[in-house]
């Protein structure tokens, strides 16, 4: 058999794995790469774009990434192949950075296909290997965020440093040994293509929350398979930036390791066993939501921007989007704040807001003297509780806020699942609720 011949029954068992796909444009980039490889030919980009794409001469790669895009899917899908049924393979094939051809490259001691080990459960899927190295940047570069945020803060006072720290919200998280993470709630965005496969626009469900979630959500709706595009994309809300900006000085001096993860890489097992505090918005709580409201006295209403008094029925509406739509300035927001007992005795810290200036407005009540104290004198000796706040605004400033109440939280049942009754508020409260 010839090296032609070799490489093609080589590329045959790559197409019957399935691992390209349904996409036409797939196929067709996979045929025209491996002829221009066995033609010896290295084309450029417009050439694969016109060739391959059927685009047409006035195609600007410079304005359209289609070409790089499908590159780097490419790229993956191999990565996919090799890393299970092509494991066995003495050659493998690969796309050398900024070129459009593949590269034959010779494994060294190619595994029997008897030997395959079958992976252990504990191993991730291939769609996570996937994510490694994205994930691996975006949290180099939101730990580069926090910095910037942290040094660009200017000092509080030692005093007031010192009062906060020593706050019973506080001082069990700082003055133990585990690691402490904090997660920002982030969220995933995936292209939306049209018949050309060219992406028009991305799309937010509240449902897909990571690459899996979209395999899945195509995986039980095929005729979005080919519409659906993972731009591994995510983003975080204005607000995240700004509040750890007031979070970070506090955690940073404690002698402690501090990581920073979104809510998209958190692991299940650091739920268990480390000290966490949550940044962001309601709606970015992710896999931590239904711990945070298995006892609480309040729920998320029919949307995000809605939070719920389960015992009143009061509902307390945020007015941030709408203000903006409708063009006013002033507007109501809605802050959120829990801590309670974790599975092993960690410490789990909520700072959240419907929307940005509650968000903000959170993390700066908790982390001053003034604000945290008048928190944890209405809490009283509660050590798991909620509170909730009316937080004022005007454009994307939080301009002041008051505590509406506060009830505590039963951090036994929220990990047993035992039933619990809907708390009253704490006594003290600040205000009545107003619904706005």
Request: proline share 7%.
């Amino acid at each position: 058999m010839t090296d032609s011949e070799a490489l093609r029954a080589h590329v045959d068992r790559i197409k019957a794995s399935g691992v390209l796909g349904r996409s036409p444009l797939m196929q067709r980039l996979f045929d025209f790469l491996l002829e221009c490889t066995l033609a010896g030919k290295a084309p450029k980009e417009i050439e694969v774009a016109v060739d391959a794409f059927g685009k047409g001469a006035e195609f600007d790669v410079s304005q359209d990434a289609m070409v790089r895009v499908y590159i780097h899917k490419l790229r993956r899908k191999l990565e996919e192949f090799y890393a299970g049924p092509g494991a066995a393979e003495a050659v493998r094939l690969s796309i050398p950075k900024g070129e459009y051809r593949f590269v034959v490259e010779a494994v060294a001691a190619p595994v029997a296909p008897d030997e395959v080990p079958e992976p252990p459960v504990v191993v991730p899927p291939p769609a996570w290997r996937r994510w490694a190295v994205p994930v691996l940047v975006a949290s180099a570069l939101l730990n580069i965020v926090v910095l910037a945020v942290v040094f660009l803060r200017p000092s509080a006072p030692p005093d007031e440093f010192r009062q906060v720290r020593e706050n019973p919200v506080w001082a069990p998280l700082l003055n133990d040994d585990r690691l402490i993470f904090v997660v920002v709630g982030d969220y995933y965005i995936f292209g939306e293509t049209d018949d050309s496969m060219e992406v028009k626009r991305l799309v937010r469900e509240f449902d897909v929350n990571s690459p899996q979630d979209l395999q899945n959500h195509m995986k039980l709706n095929p005729d979005l398979a080919d519409r659906y595009m993972d731009m591994e994309l995510a983003y975080l809300p204005t607000a995240s930036a700004y509040a750890l900006r007031d979070v970070m000085p506090l955690l940073a001096p404690a002698n402690k390791r501090v990581r920073i993860v979104t809510m998209s890489q958190l692991n299940p097992a650091v739920i268990k066993s480390s000290d966490i505090v949550y940044v962001g918005y309601l709606s970015g709580l992710g896999m931590l939501s239904d711990y945070v409201f298995a006892t609480s006295r309040l729920s998320v209403g029919d949307s995000f921007d809605e939070i719920v008094d389960r015992g009143t029925k009061q509902r307390y509406v945020s007015q941030q989007q709408g203000a903006s739509i409708r063009g006013e300035r002033k507007f109501h927001d809605y802050g959120y704040f829990a801590t309670f007992a974790g599975p092993s005795g960690n410490r789990i810290i909520v700072i959240a807001g419907t929307r940005d200036v509650a968000a903000m407005h959170m993390a700066e009540t908790i982390t001053t003297p003034n604000g945290l104290q008048a928190l944890t004198a209405q809490a009283g000796k509660a050590t798991g509780f909620e509170a909730l706040y009316e937080v004022y605004g005007m454009d994307k400033l939080n301009l002041d806020g008051k505590l509406l109440l506060t009830s505590p939280l039963d951090s036994n049942s929220i990990w047993t699942g035992a039933p619990t009754e809907v708390h009253a508020s704490l006594p003290g409260r600040a205000a009545d609720p107003v619904s706005h």
